[in-house]
């Protein structure tokens, strides 16, 4: 059984709803990533989305925008990704891991050496922004092989076809972006959340984690309810920016006890 998986079930037999902080691996510098990543499962993590740094992140807006250009800086690559995954999994085998980016640091390394380095370091899970399920079919049987759970994005314009079509393909948990926009967007529309939800579970059997526009522990208790999974991102990396080398783990770790507590209320 996967981490993910074992996660899930888990959670729902405690009764509790998932919380899943995302960073992007090297900011602020590639030295503090593990030890924050350590940071977000003490304060409550149950599962941890770490982005891979790229040039043309057309998902996400500027606050993650600036952490993967912070990243670049810093050198940071798919590799020094992956290396931190191991230094990681030194101390922690059990947090199931993520990586969520783009496509073309992964073409460019190839998917099956990919996703064999992936098994190797302790990587969960894999979420590429640009690749829709029409088209990553053969990518994604690379990952598959290796153990490594293929996780899909679902919007509120996803008509029932895609979302046929990403329930066959997917595995782990399902991704729903809760609003039309980037990261870090305003306007979270609970009531859409609520009626969509319904909809998604007609087809899909997995957990589901909502993202995109949660700022806050009200807004991240209110949609725990609705849902298996709260994926919080652009605050946390806003954290991160607004904090020094010195107090960022505790910043954050601060922040992400807060969004537990408000989670388990759910």
């Avoid at 009764?15 to 940071?39: C, M, N, W, Y």
């Avoid at 891979?52 to 250009?69: K, L, Y």
Wanted: glycine fraction near 8%; aromatic fraction near 6%; charged fraction near 25%.
């Amino acid at each position: 059984m996967s981490r993910i998986r074992a996660t899930f079930e888990k959670l729902k037999l405690d009764k509790r709803k998932a919380l899943i902080p995302f960073i992007t691996a090297g900011d602020p510098s590639p030295q503090l990533t593990v030890p924050l990543l350590h940071g977000l499962v003490e304060a409550g993590a149950d599962v941890l989305e770490l982005g891979v740094p790229f040039s043309d992140p057309m998902a996400d807006g500027p606050t993650i925008q600036r952490a993967s250009e912070r990243a670049l800086k810093q050198g940071m690559t798919l590799r020094g990704v992956l290396d931190m995954v191991a230094e990681f999994r030194k101390q922690d085998a059990t947090t199931p891991v993520v990586l969520m980016g783009y496509g073309n640091p992964i073409e460019a390394m190839g998917w099956e050496v990919f996703a064999k380095r992936c098994k190797e370091v302790g990587v969960d899970g894999v979420l590429t922004v640009d690749f829709p399920p029409e088209e990553s079919h053969d990518a994604f049987e690379h990952l598959q092989r290796h153990g490594i759970d293929p996780i899909f994005l679902l919007a509120p314009t996803t008509d029932d076809v895609r979302v046929q079509r990403v329930a066959k393909l997917a595995r782990g948990y399902v991704y729903y972006v809760s609003l039309k926009g980037v990261t870090g967007a305003g306007n979270l529309d609970l009531s859409a959340i609520e009626q969509k939800i319904p909809q998604l579970r007609k087809h899909i059997k997995l957990p589901i984690g909502v993202g995109f526009g949660i700022r806050d522990a009200v807004t991240a208790l209110a949609v725990a309810k609705l849902c298996d999974g709260v994926v919080v991102g652009s605050r946390i990396v806003q954290e991160i920016e607004n904090s020094t080398e010195q107090n960022v783990v505790a910043n954050v770790g601060k922040l992400v006890k807060e969004l537990r507590q408000a989670v388990d209320q759910a």
